[in-house]
Every structure is written in C-alpha cells, then in structure tokens.
C-alpha cells in the first residue's frame, strides 16, 4: 500500500493554458475523490467517482475543469484555458467501500497560475 | 447549505498541555464526522472517524466525541507535544463528500 499518489507535486503555468493532473489512488480503492483548498481555507469538495463512474460534480467545477477516471483506477483533473483564480492546491483522495470506512488524501498538486 | 465551523483559528499552548479544539456543523442529519490532521504545504492524514451512532472515537493520545443534538464536536489532545503542532480540520459527510471546516492551527511551545 503506497497511499494516494499525486503528480505533479507543483506546476507553475501562464494564464490562458491548459493544465492536468493525474491522481493514483490506494489499489481496490472503489471511490476516488477531488478537493481544491486555498490558503487558510478547508478543502473544497469538486468532484467524486465511484469505479469509473463520476457520480457528483460541484457548482464550484466550471466547464473549463473536466475529470476521468477511465478504467476506476487513476484519475485525471484537466483545467482548461487556466486563470489567476485557478491558483491552488488540488487534492486527490480515495477510499474503499462504505461510507464508513477513512477517507485517504494524496500529498496535494499545488497550482500557480502567473 | 452545510457548513462546518471550527474555533478558535489559532491556538497556542505549551508543552504537556491537554487541549480541546471545536468543531459544529449545520447538518442534523450528520452521516460521519471526521478529524484530519495538516502539516505545511502537506495533504490530509485522517485522525478519526466518528460514526452517527457512535459518541467518541479514540486513538492514542487523540479522542473525538460527536454531540449531534448540539451540532459539536470536539478533539481532545492529551499531553500536547511540538510534533502535535498543525493544524487540524474536522470535515463532516458521507461517501460523496466532505464538508471542511477552516481547520484550527495548533502550535505547541517547548
């Protein structure tokens, strides 16, 4: 078990370009979850997948932002046409079975969008 | 809307010390209330999970109890140590997603 895996760990982009992230979670982990948090805030909930399927999308996922999970392994977050605002850490989580059993976050993808 | 709000943002306290941080939440109908902990710059490491039908959790030198009638929970550190210092967020849902509070930054003085 190598816990959640981000990459990459930092990316610095111009405003106006497009960015990805990939996310490899815990194996046989059947929920896969995205967060964003800026400074001083809590993680914000964007999006959730269980196997492949994206079953919960927030308002705060604007049609610049898409993410996959094409076979219910890893996970990819793309944001489109970047700005400023984008500027974040994006978190990658998974977790097995019911919702009673512990959430497991990655080290974090810190975005700078200059 | 759900929210989760943890007070105080910042707490400072030396070494031995036992220390309770808050959390209260908006949602009646809580499914889970977790506690992570957050290091500079790092991800979350999960401290405890606390089920609706369960009242506290504890780990260690960690313990959680959940008071739904009252919308609190609470994170008691016994013997607080500087490696116990950073900052610490409760996050209340199910298996679609977490609600966040801030997060309570913890500093522990030799």
């Known amino acids: 078990d190598t816990g959640v895996s981000q990459d990459p760990r930092h990316k610095i982009t111009k405003r106006g370009q497009n960015v990805t992230f990939r996310c490899d979670p815990i194996s046989e982990h059947n929920r896969l979850y995205w967060y964003r948090q800026t400074l001083g805030q809590g993680p914000e909930f964007l999006t959730y997948f269980q196997n492949e399927a994206q079953l919960e999308k927030s308002r705060l996922l604007s049609d610049r932002f898409s993410a996959e999970r094409p076979k219910g392994s890893f996970s990819t977050l793309e944001i489109q046409r970047t700005e400023q605002g984008d500027s974040a850490m994006y978190l990658c989580a998974s977790a097995h079975g019911g919702a009673g059993n512990t959430i497991y976050f990655g080290e974090g993808s810190w975005l700078t969008v200059v | 809307k759900q929210e989760v709000t943890q007070i105080p943002a910042a707490l400072s306290v030396p070494e031995g010390e036992n220390l309770v941080l808050n959390c209260s939440f908006t949602?009646?109908?809580?499914?889970?209330l977790q506690w992570f902990r957050q290091d500079p710059g790092k991800g979350l490491t999960s401290l405890l999970l606390?089920?609706?039908?369960?009242r506290e959790q504890t780990s260690g030198r960690l313990n959680a109890s959940l008071d739904k009638s009252s919308g609190r929970s609470t994170l008691y550190i016994a013997a607080s140590q500087p490696g116990d210092s950073a900052t610490y967020l409760c996050?209340?849902?199910?298996?679609?997603?977490?609600?966040f509070g801030k997060g309570t930054k913890l500093t522990v003085n030799p």
């Open positions: 606390i089920q609706s039908s369960q």
């Open positions: 949602d009646s109908a809580i499914y889970n």
């Open positions: 996050a209340e849902g199910g298996s679609e997603k977490l609600v």
